[in-house]
């Protein structure tokens, strides 16, 4: 019989604010900055700062979050990127001249004319232009930093509230992304509805994501208290077993395939709305985007242990692959912005069957004492893969525009697709990375 416990209560509680926070920042930050005026190659640059403060931090913090702080550096985080969020509204559109650039019409493909925003920001005031870049760039990687330290220790809190059934972990999810649907929905109506004057022209408030993201955070700290965390009394890192697990050409390989992953999953996370815009997408067209889709990835994190269970994680992964790589080349010709929410809709399948099977591989990959390290390892090649390819994907849009760069991304995936799947039907040893380790193989790597 099902029973509902208040550790339960908790983590889905901390997964639907935190993850209704990270969504509404993530996927309006590139609408706030184009309404500013920034180019697709400055949006694509400014995850770059987190990139570099992940690389520093995360390593450094999963290891410090194994020495009985986890609750407490959990608590920090989320304090410290409220006020974080805040300040992103510091930049403001100063007066410039405007642009009237074509746009074509969401339902019916004819051409309308709209402000393009204040065009060209950083050539005709780029004094001010330059400022704000760098009050955004630098706000973003704190604020990445912090994100990226939180999700690792709610997933290892997850991990060890639900113990050994790996079912729950689609529960939880579940909870997550209804939470961030629903403050998708939110933002986007609000968004529509609340308007400001841009180069004289009433365009919709993107700047309101910033205080329902930050007013949502506030929420988060409310469920700690019964959020548990297990704690070793022997040595807690291992330094050989972490050697032996990421000198090992398996996991190399896996991370590889994450970072691929995560480039995978910016398009859907930081692009895919501002994508929508430029096809003539309104507010009200991304706010429905958003709620199909969540629900859909609840669905799947809900079904994602079972196919798992079925299929093995690695089969997974490459089945994700190829599905990444069809809804590239569909989006590079996709007209109308309704028909990018039914192409999402696959990438949104592939980003939780990814996701879920690099959680579960890497809980296999060592011992509980090292299982945090390992997380956030897996969790930072993943934010890695996905600030690099924001970056990527802004620049070559910039430069060869939005079909193209798809295509591309089409491409590239498929040659990773078939890099994985050769590896997986020639190798001979997949078995022994598909088991978890018992206490006696614990007991081996201490000796060591």
């Known amino acids: 019989m099902f029973s509902l416990t208040r550790g339960d209560v908790a983590v889905g509680f901390v997964l639907f604010t935190f993850r209704s926070c990270v969504a509404t920042i993530e996927e309006y930050t590139p609408l706030f ?51 974080t969020i805040l300040l992103f509204l510091v930049p403001n559109a100063p007066d410039a001249p405007c642009e009237l650039l074509p746009q074509r019409n969401s339902s019916f493909g004819n051409n309308t004319t709209k402000p393009a925003a204040i065009a060209n920001l950083l050539d005709k005031n780029s004094d001010t232009g330059f400022t704000f870049f760098l009050i955004i760039f630098f706000l973003r990687g704190i604020y990445e930093l912090f994100k990226k330290l939180s999700v690792s220790l709610i997933t290892v809190a997850t991990m060890t509230h639900i113990k050994d059934d790996k079912a729950k972990l689609g529960y939880y999810g579940c909870w997550g992304e209804l939470g961030a649907g629903i403050s998708l929905f939110v933002v986007g109506v609000l968004a529509g509805h609340i308007f400001h004057s841009v180069c004289g022209e009433k ?101 994602s242990p079972a196919v798992i269970g079925k299929l093995g994680e690695l089969n997974v992964i490459a089945i994700s692959l190829f599905i990444f790589a069809a809804a590239f080349a569909a989006l590079a010709f996709a007209e109308n912005a309704w028909l990018v929410i039914v192409y999402d809709n696959f990438q949104a399948a592939s980003f939780v069957l990814t996701y879920t099977s690099f959680v579960i591989h890497f809980s296999k990959a060592g011992s509980k004492a090292s299982s945090a390290f390992f997380q956030a390892v897996s969790l930072m090649v993943h934010g890695t893969g996905k600030e690099i390819g924001t970056l990527i994907m802004g620049f070559l849009f910039d430069k060869i525009g939005t079909k193209l760069t798809l295509c591309f991304c089409s491409i590239v995936t498929m040659i990773w697709l078939a890099v994985f799947t050769t590896y997986i039907l020639t190798a001979k040893d997949l078995d022994g990375y598909m088991q978890v380790p018992t206490e006696e193989d614990e007991n081996d790597d201490d000796k060591d």
């Open 203 to 303: 365009v919709p408030s993107y700047y309101v994501a910033f205080l329902y993201a930050a007013a949502v955070q506030c929420l988060t700290p409310l469920a700690l208290p019964w959020m548990k965390y297990e704690y070793l009394e022997k040595r807690v890192v291992n330094n050989a077993e972490v050697k032996r697990v990421l000198y090992n050409p398996h996991y190399i390989l896996i991370l590889f395939i994450c970072a691929h992953a995560g480039l995978c999953s910016a398009f859907q996370l930081r692009w895919e709305f501002w994508y929508m815009e430029q096809l003539g997408g309104s507010p009200f067209v991304m706010a429905v985007g958003g709620l199909l889709r969540r629900p859909i990835v609840a669905v799947w994190f809900v079904l």
């Open 33 to 83: 900055m184009a309404q500013l005026g920034y180019s697709t190659l400055y949006i694509g640059i400014v995850p770059l700062f987190g990139f570099v403060t992940q690389l520093i931090g995360i390593p450094l913090a999963g290891y410090l979050s194994d020495i009985r702080v986890r609750k407490i550096m959990l608590l920090l985080c989320i304090v410290i990127s409220i006020p």
